[in-house]
T-cell receptor
Framework: GNSVTQMEGPVTLSEEAFLTINCTYT??????LFWYVQYPGEGLQLLLK?????DKGSNKGFEATYRKETTSFHLEKGSVQVSDSAVYFC????????????FGSGTRLLVRP | NAGVTQTPKFQVLKTGQSMTLQCAQD?????MSWYRQDPGMGLRLIHY???????DQGEVPNGYNVSRSTTEDFPLRLLSAAPSQTSVYFC???????????????FGPGTRLTVL
């Protein structure tokens, strides 16, 4: 079946450091890929998305590129801030099934001043 | 717009008790889903609905019932609570658009449930 694998956390960085959170997936067909962010005590919010191969999603300085050849969707940010501290989830949906997301286990990011 | 609302925020149950987690959305979304979040496992889909009167099972449906009598509401019922159902529960909704368009899921703030 379809699945998403994320790097384990926590990831601890100093402010202004470069961030990479790895995400790989297994899927049949042509999934859409997403990064969701969960701030402490809150629900999940969509951070960025990509719906086909080679698409780059971007938002708030975060980027991720849909790599079909490596089945990856790694999240990157050039300079993290303390306010980026949160849990990040990689997810996929099968085609138009936007109500049936498959999530990775989440990666906690801690950014120190 | 309030978006997706969930009640209660916290709940403690004893084994064998039943309860209903409430979820409502005011965005006129056709799709609604329930997920549970457990440490190290991400979110897993419990049940979902593609419209009023239509529900289906997700990845982990055992021990839970749902119904969708209106577009706005999608309650989740625990029939006989077990410690394994201790988790954080999230409700989400999204709209139905044309083929090929992605419809963002909007999540509620969650309900933290503890079963003793």
């Amino acid at each position: 079946g379809n699945s998403v694998t994320q790097m384990e956390g926590p990831v601890t960085l100093s402010e202004e450091a470069f961030l990479t959170i790895n995400c790989t997936y297994t899927a049949t067909g042509y999934p859409s890929l997403f990064w969701y962010v969960q701030y402490p005590g809150e629900g999940l919010q969509l951070l960025l998305k990509a719906t086909k191969a080679d698409d780059k999603g971007s938002n708030k300085g975060f980027e991720a590129t849909y790599r079909k050849e490596t089945t990856s969707f790694h999240l990157e940010k050039g300079s993290v801030q303390v306010s980026d501290s949160a849990v990040y989830f990689c997810a996929l949906s099968e085609g138009d099934s936007s109500y049936k997301l498959i999530f990775g286990s989440g990666t906690r990011l801690l950014v120190r001043p | 717009n309030a978006g997706v609302t969930q009640t209660p925020k916290f709940q403690v149950l004893k084994t064998g008790q039943s309860m209903t987690l409430q979820c409502a959305q005011d965005m006129n979304h056709e799709y609604m889903s329930w997920y549970r979040q457990d440490p190290g496992m991400g979110l897993r889909l419990i049940h979902y609905s593609v419209g009023a009167g239509i529900t289906d099972q997700g990845e982990v449906p055992n021990g839970y019932n749902v119904s969708r009598s209106t577009t706005e509401d999608f309650p989740l019922r625990l029939l006989s609570a077990a410690p394994s159902q201790t988790s954080v529960y999230f409700c989400a909704s999204s709209s139905r658009r044309g083929r090929g368009a992605y419809n963002e899921q909007f999540f509620g703030p969650g309900t933290r449930l503890t079963v003793l």
